[in-house]
Antibody
Framework: QVQLQESGPGLVKPSQTLSLTCAVS??????????WSWIRQPPGKGLEWIGS???????YYNPSLKSRLTMSVDTSKNQFSLNLSSVTAADTAVYYC???????????WGQGTLVTVSS | QSALTQPASVSGSPGQSITISCTGT?????????VSWYQQHPGKAPELMIY???VRPSGISNRFSASKSGNTASLTISGLQAEDEAAYYC??????????FGGGTKLTVL
């Protein structure tokens, strides 16, 4: 059973870049045709799809975040990453990483990590 | 892309059935048979309950069923149990190769 674990700073200052990593265990990130996704959830609010990256490197981004967003895969470390630039308080959320066999169905999720944007 | 529309809350008594709706557009829900439903308990990650409109992943109870008509998808939970109390989110593939979630529905088991 694959396991996903998010890591990164819990506090980011406004205008800076939010960087998170998702470590994948019990399976190689490049061994199968999977989509690796990021989803976030502001405190007390609903889910928002951030974007996905295919094992081949193709990326799919939420149009509302696209100009600030970069996702990448590091096969040597068996992890994938999220960089979100020019953050504001509106980017405060629990960030989840997830894996799915298709773009539209993230099935295996990490436990989530809270990122607060504040000075 | 706009979030799919779900009722903010629904409730039901143990043993009863409830239905949660999820309304989108022809560019998402209505255009593809790629609607999914997630259950989320407080403080936990979401769990995939339904995909491809009506397919249950292995291990999901058959008390959960779903369908779609036009731009609206629906999740039905029959034989309500206390453990079903959670937030439920629909999601859909979109015409611009993205994913959009619904705003979420809080289910209360009375």
């Amino acid at each position: 059973q694959v396991q996903l674990q998010e890591s990164g700073p819990g506090l980011v200052k406004p205008s800076q870049t939010l960087s998170l990593t998702c470590a994948v265990s019990a399976g190689s990130i490049s061994s199968g045709a999977f989509y690796w996704s990021w989803i976030r959830q502001p405190p007390g609010k609903g889910l928002e799809w951030i974007g996905s990256i295919y094992y081949s490197g193709s990326t799919y981004y939420n149009p509302s975040l696209k100009s600030r967003l970069t996702m990448s895969v590091d096969t040597s470390k068996n992890q994938f990453s999220l960089n979100l630039s020019s953050v504001t308080a509106a980017d405060t959320a629990v960030y989840y990483c997830a894996r799915g066999g298709t773009l539209q169905y993230p099935k295996d999720w990490g436990q989530g990590t809270l990122v607060t944007v504040s000075s | 892309q706009s979030a799919l529309t779900q009722p903010a809350s629904v409730s039901g008594s143990p043993g009863q059935s409830i239905t949660i709706s999820c309304t989108g557009t022809s560019s998402d829900v209505g255009g593809y048979n790629y609607v999914s439903w997630y259950q989320q308990h407080p403080g936990k990650a979401p769990e995939l309950m339904i995909y491809d409109v009506s397919v249950r992943p292995s291990g999901i109870s058959n008390r959960f069923s779903a369908s779609k008509s036009g731009n609206t998808a629906s999740l039905t939970i029959s034989g309500l149990q206390a453990e079903d109390e959670a937030a439920y989110y629909c999601s859909s593939y979109t015409s611009i190769t993205t994913v959009v979630f619904g705003g979420g529905t809080k289910l209360t088991v009375l």
